[in-house]
């Protein structure tokens, strides 16, 4: 589906409970899955009827060690007749901050970016793959390392030196849900979203030296999420997204 751009001191048992109901029962500490050959970004909408085929492509993805996966759930096709229970302005927002920095005349459905450089045009995760690959020969890889760990207390992000500077963003999200869509174009699916983002919260700033961050874990217990994926990101002067030179999943 097409639209037209217009351009325009904590207490321990607390933040222990809160890890528990974030991540589940997990082990004393969580860590990030190994380095990623890219990040894919999903723009979709439970309202279009084009889209299951792409969630269906995220949800292989999210399954892949090697692959960090978000869905931003836009709102701008609710009038279709169906709202997007998990759609939300900020993720419309991003997605034209997007269609400014590629070049894009158009916002759509669904959209798939990879690395915050290149609109993959496909809604098969292997071929998805086949582009991060061919994108890591080019040079156009995720060059910075960065990790992350999660303990009852607090998580850690870590990123390693490199060249240039960029803005460190958690992209808070719910790792698995399903919705039975009632009306609108997917009347009568019940569809599984897979780590669809529910807050984007800038953190740091990186300016190409080591840096480690670290962010309470009762205070992560009120952004309603059970995952998220460091980003590691440029923007261009008006603060849109650009390149992204590093990612992480937990």
Not at 66 to 82: A, E, F, K, S
Not at 105 to 125: E, Y
Not at 188 to 214: F, H, P, S
Request: some cysteine; glycine content about 8%.
């Amino acid at each position: 589906m097409l639209r037209i751009v217009t351009f325009c001191i904590s207490i321990v048992l607390p933040a222990l409970a809160a890890t528990t109901l974030l991540f589940g029962a997990a082990s004393a500490e969580d860590v990030s899955r190994p380095a990623p050959i890219g990040i894919v970004e999903l723009f979709t909408s439970q309202g279009c009827s084009n889209c299951p085929k792409a969630d269906r492509a995220i949800e292989a993805l999210a399954e892949s060690d090697d692959v960090v996966t978000i869905t931003y759930h836009v709102d701008y096709w609710n009038y279709l007749g169906w709202e997007d229970t998990l759609g939300a302005k900020e993720n419309t927002e991003r997605q034209y901050g997007y269609a400014k920095t590629l070049g894009i005349r158009n916002v759509f459905t669904p959209q798939i970016v990879l690395n915050g450089m290149h609109d993959a045009k496909v809604s098969d995760a292997g071929k998805i793959k086949t582009q991060l690959v061919s994108l890591g020969s080019s040079g156009e890889r995720l060059s910075v390392p960065v990790t992350a760990s999660l303990t009852p207390a607090e998580m850690t992000i870590s990123i390693a030196d490199g060249s240039g500077k960029a803005d460190v963003i958690v992209a808070y999200y719910k790792k698995r849900t399903v919705v039975e869509i009632k009306t609108g174009e997917n009347e009568g699916q019940k569809i599984t979203y897979r780590n669809a983002v529910t807050k984007l919260e800038t953190v740091g700033m990186w300016d190409g030296k080591a840096l480690t961050i670290k962010l309470s874990a009762a205070l992560l217990a009120k952004r309603g999420f059970d995952g998220c994926a460091i980003l590691l990101q440029s923007h261009d002067a008006n603060g849109n997204p650009g390149r992204i030179l590093g990612a992480a999943s937990l």
